[in-house]
């Protein structure tokens, strides 16, 4: 066995379930990765972006030696990332750039994929998919995992995500803009909430058959999915939706 020592700094120290406890001592067998002594710690490696030994950054595959003591920096957010002048850039652990568009969402997050898909955002999601399922779409197309699975997020296959902090769905959503630097590729009902489909503007005379008579006496635009032909129309509850929308951006841009 050998014993190492780790500097947490940011929030994660709260990813250990010990938010006050900032310097930790582990004790380790020989040939461990500095990546899975980590991730034994509960911080997947999606949250980290730079470990230092002796004020010198190293990969994950680095192995830990006995009294080695390390600095580990969180993932900045993707705005302050791409408007920082930050020090061993060549040596950052997660992919750069580090602004995302296109997401897969854990089985327990459908509300938070819908949410980000009337956002405009390109999100897969489905409540039966497994944690192989959802590492295996995100590398096949470049996604970031959004999730509220450490296991999830420790998966070799994962080169980017999120591990949620927040449980109510529009703090997660705020979470998501402000770490992946979406506040200007917000593109509200822009896709199906349903399918992830895009929608496309129909005449009224196209589709009045399918809408309630009360509706249609008052209403004049309509969308279809191009993916599952669902039906949208911009009802009063569009208001709402902006003035929900207005709240999350605001809250992302403080």
């Known amino acids: 066995m050998i014993a190492i020592s780790f500097s947490l ?3 994660l ?4 379930g010990a938010p006050g406890l900032r310097h930790r001592v ?3 067998p020989a040939q461990t990765s500095v990546k899975e002594a980590l991730e034994d710690l509960g911080i997947p490696h999606t949250e980290m972006d730079l470990v230092l030994l002796g004020g010198l950054p190293v990969g994950w595959a680095h192995r830990v030696r006995d009294a080695d003591r390390y600095e580990v920096h969180p993932v900045p957010d993707a705005t302050a990332d791409r408007n920082a002048d930050l020090p061993w850039l060549q040596a950052r652990l997660q992919p750069r750039p580090l602004a995302r568009e296109r997401f897969v969402c854990d089985r327990h997050l459908g509300r938070l994929a819908r949410l980000l898909r009337m956002l405009g955002f390109d999100t897969l999601y489905g409540n039966d998919w497994s944690e192989a399922e959802i590492a295996r779409a995100a590398a ?3 996604r ?3 999730s509220c699975s450490r296991q999830l997020l420790k998966r070799r296959a994962v080169a980017a995500g999120r591990l949620l902090r927040a449980r109510d769905v529009d703090t997660q959503a705020v979470e998501v803009i402000r770490r ?3 506040a200007g590729h917000v593109n509200p009902f822009a896709r199906c909430g349903l399918c992830n489909g ?4 129909v005449p009224k005379s196209d589709v009045a058959v399918r809408v309630p008579l009360r509706t249609r006496s ?3 635009r309509f969308f279809l999915c191009e993916r599952c032909d669902h039906l949208y129309w911009e009802g009063t509850h569009v208001q709402k939706m902006r003035e929900r929308i207005a709240s999350m951006m605001a809250e992302a841009g403080r």
């Open 9 to 11: 700094l940011g929030d």
């Open 13 to 16: 120290p709260a990813l250990t």
């Open 26 to 28: 582990l004790g380790l």
């Open 140 to 142: 096949r197309d470049g």
């Open 144 to 146: 970031a995992v959004l």
């Open 180 to 182: 992946f630097d979406l």
């Open 198 to 201: 895009l929608l496309r503007p």
């Open 218 to 220: 008052w209403c004049e």
